[in-house]
């Protein structure tokens, strides 16, 4: 069952933000550091009760997933049509829960939230190497839409 998160899922998105900080610390140990979290309870807190920034969880037998998001809209802004959009924050699937189909479950009931406040398209960010990551997101029809450049300097 896929529902909004609540105070009581806290402790258990800690811990699966804690598996997602990893990933990116892996991946990028120049920009993320080891073993801490995003969010802390209190920010989680605030976002609970902040309706422009829903938190999902995939709850069977226990959160095994949650998809952070952040409703975001133009109006009236000289250069952007106007337009509704979902932003995927981030998704987590735990990693002990992975290849069960709950993150495709995730971005799916995600999707249709989207379509039914009148978004009109669904955004998010893939870090560079996160090669599955980005298979995933591709497998669910997303496309890339701009790209994001660096060079790092000594």
């Known amino acids: 069952m896929i529902r909004q998160a609540k105070t009581a899922d806290i402790p258990r998105i800690i811990d699966l933000l804690h ?7 892996r991946l990028r ?8 979290t995003k969010y802390s309870e ?8 902040d309706d422009s ?4 969880v995939y709850d069977v037998n226990g959160v095994q997933g949650y998809a952070f998001c952040q409703i975001s809209e ?3 802004d000289r250069l952007l049509q106007d337009r509704k959009t979902l932003y995927i924050d981030d998704i ?3 990693e002990s829960a992975r ?15 989207a379509e039914s406040i009148g978004c009109h398209a669904i955004t998010l960010n893939v870090w560079a190497g ?10 669910m029809g997303m496309q890339p839409q701009k790209t994001g450049m660096e060079i790092v300097l000594s």
């Open 29 to 36: 140990p120049d920009l993320f550091k080891p073993h801490t």
């Open 130 to 139: 996160n090669d599955a990551a980005m298979h995933f997101y591709q497998s």
């Open 92 to 94: 987590c699937v735990d």
């Open 99 to 113: 290849g069960k189909h709950i993150g495709s479950a995730l971005f799916e009931f995600v999707r249709e939230y």
């Open 53 to 56: 920034k829903p938190i999902f």
């Open 19 to 25: 598996q997602v900080d990893m990933v990116h610390h």
């Open 74 to 76: 133009a109006k009236n």
């Open 42 to 49: 209190q920010e989680l807190q605030t976002l609970l009760s």
